[in-house]
Antibody, heavy 121, light 108 residues
Framework: QITLKESGPTLVRPTQTLTLTCTFSDFSLSTSAVGVGWIRQPPGKALEWLGITYWDDSKRYSPSLKNRLTITRDTSKNQVVLTMTNMDPVDTATYYC?????????????WGQGTLVTVSS | EIVLTQSPGTLSLSPGERATLSCRASQSVSSNYLAWYQQKPGQAPRLIIYGASSRAAGIPDRFSGSGSGTDFTLIISRLDPEDFAVYYCQQYGGSTGTFGQGTKVEVK
């Protein structure tokens, strides 16, 4: 059974850099045609697609956030890391990582539980 | 970037009734790469439909998806009490993915 879990700080100060780690099991990013994406959801609001990394280390980012986002991976640890610079209170949200099977495109079939990140001084 | 507009914002129905949710794209969605997710309070989204009309594993057949191009529909044929939730569409055929703003299906 594929599982994913997000970890990282729950509170970040404005202008700081956020680093979140997604630790997954039961698939490999180095040998399978799969991907891991990041999605966020501000409290009471809709989902927002942030970016995705694929088994071949290619990446795609949201155009509105691409200057602030970096997604990297550590295949030996089965982890994907999201880095977002210059955090602002509007970035307060639950951040999810999710698996995409790349079958008929990169929809998300398994999701982590999410982690709430609050940006406040 | 493809913008998805979902309607209605809220759907008030009774258990056993039929729910029809709409998702309209600002431009044609390549290969009908359109998914639907269900989200309940405090939970992560759950995949319901992918490829516009394929049900995800374990999803009951009262859920069905249809559409192509710019217009897509999710139908819940007979609402079960566990189906009351927020539903999001997502396109993944563009250069980046995007989500709609959601439709809340609530108990009337």
């Amino acid at each position: 059974q594929i599982t994913l879990k997000e970890s990282g700080p729950t509170l970040v100060r404005p202008t700081q850099t956020l680093t979140l780690t997604c630790t997954f099991s039961d698939f490999s990013l180095s040998t399978s045609a799969v991907g891991v994406g990041w999605i966020r959801q501000p409290p009471g609001k809709a989902l927002e697609w942030l970016g995705i990394t694929y088994w071949d280390d290619s990446k795609r980012y949201s155009p509105s956030l691409k200057n602030r986002l970096t997604i990297t991976r550590d295949t030996s640890k089965n982890q994907v890391v999201l880095t977002m610079t210059n955090m602002d209170p509007v970035d307060t949200a639950t951040y999810y990582c999710a698996h995409t099977p790349l079958t008929f495109g990169d929809y998300f079939d398994y999701w982590g539980q999410g982690t709430l990140v609050t940006v406040s001084s | 970037e493809i913008v998805l507009t979902q309607s209605p914002g809220t759907l008030s129905l009774s258990p056993g009734e039929r729910a029809t949710l709409s998702c309209r794209a600002s431009q044609s969605v390549s290969s009908n790469y359109l998914a639907w997710y269900q989200q309940k309070p405090g939970q992560a989204p759950r995949l319901i439909i992918y490829g516009a009309s394929s049900r995800a594993a374990g999803i009951p057949d009262r859920f069905s998806g249809s559409g192509s191009g710019t217009d897509f529909t999710l139908i819940i044929s007979r609402l079960d009490p566990e189906d009351f939730a927020v539903y999001y569409c997502q396109q993944y055929g563009g250069s980046t993915g995007t989500f709609g703003q959601g439709t809340k299906v609530e108990v009337k």
